[in-house]
């Protein structure tokens, strides 16, 4: 008799409904997206945005709104675009400046990492340090540019001095930010598990932490690359080789506008493409292994 009563519960269709639902929710969707639904969704919007853009652009150009020394032209910039290509130096500029801004987003990481992991887990370091780090992160970058040209002159060195004034605290404090959410109980867990030191923070801290941390990344990278703008254009010299912010000042100082429209187009397409190639995809990656990426 009892075993006919727990098979009708069982069967019941309430109980089946609910425990369909939870399977549901414990089920992670990881099917592909195909490809149309890509271009529809991810590649037509911004295609669309940069048609409407260059529509507007023509016609102000079109109805005279200003001189063409001021507004040059679509057509004009492209000219000035495929006048660099024939003489074989936009990828050189391109890449003088996406070399350096990569390197020294590296030398911000490898020092943004461990500074960020001290502070948030060091109670008197946090109090001496935090209010700094806080206070670098909203200098403008631009500051530090005549006294690096001071201490270390006009080469190299001065422009990564740069860059990591302006990363490294957006590195610490995302990071901070990331452990600060981390929720006690994991710490505890880790602790009873024998995951501490070093190995704590490797395994537990970091990635518990990782989803504020990635956020620090972006906006660490995105400051690398207006400090390395800021200080290309500051502290020209033929020494340092012709970079995007070189090319920007060259614009400026021989009133060439379209060469000056079309330095800020590839600095804007850089950190667009630098955003699509490396942090997207690891911002996907990080939400798909918690489950909040239905999709991809």
């Known amino acids: 008799m009892a075993s006919t009563e727990t098979t009708d519960v069982k069967d019941s269709p309430g109980l089946g409904s609910l425990e369909a639902g939870l399977d549901a929710l414990e089920t992670v969707q990881t099917h592909r997206t195909p490809v149309r639904e890509v271009l529809v969704k991810k590649v037509l919007p911004p295609l669309t945005a940069v048609a409407l853009v260059l529509v507007v652009w023509q016609v102000l150009v079109s109805a005279k709104v200003t001189d063409e020394y001021k507004l040059p032209a679509p057509s004009a910039v492209l000219s000035s675009l495929k006048d660099m290509w024939l003489q074989g130096t936009l990828l050189d500029i391109v890449w003088t400046s996406v070399s350096r801004g990569l390197l020294g987003f590296l030398l911000a990481l490898a020092i ?3 500074l960020g992991l001290i502070v948030a887990r060091v109670k008197f370091v946090r109090a001496a340090i935090g209010p700094i780090l806080s206070g670098l992160q909203s200098l403008p970058s631009v500051a530090w540019v005549p006294p690096a040209v001071l201490w270390l002159g006009l080469n190299d060195s001065m422009m990564y001095a740069v860059i990591l004034l302006g ?11 990331g452990v600060d959410q981390v929720p006690p109980l994991y710490l505890r867990a880790g602790r009873t598990l024998g995951a501490t030191g070093v190995r704590g923070a490797w ?21 690398s690359w207006r400090s390395l703008m800021a200080a290309e254009i500051i502290a020209s010299s033929p020494d340092l080789g012709l970079g995007l912010g070189q090319l920007l000042e060259n614009g400026r100082n021989n009133s060439d506008m379209p060469g000056i429209f079309l330095a800020i187009i590839l600095i804007l397409i850089v950190g667009i493409a630098i955003d699509l190639l490396i942090f997207s995809p690891l911002e996907r990656r990080v939400l798909r292994g918690r489950g909040l990426l239905v999709k991809g």
Do not use: C, D, E, R
């Open 112 to 114: 943004g990492t461990p």
């Open 167 to 177: 990363a490294v605290p957006s590195i610490a404090n995302g990071l901070v930010s």
């Open 203 to 223: 395994h537990i801290l970091m990635p518990a932490a990782l989803p504020g941390y990635l956020a620090g990344l972006k906006q660490g990278w995105a400051f």
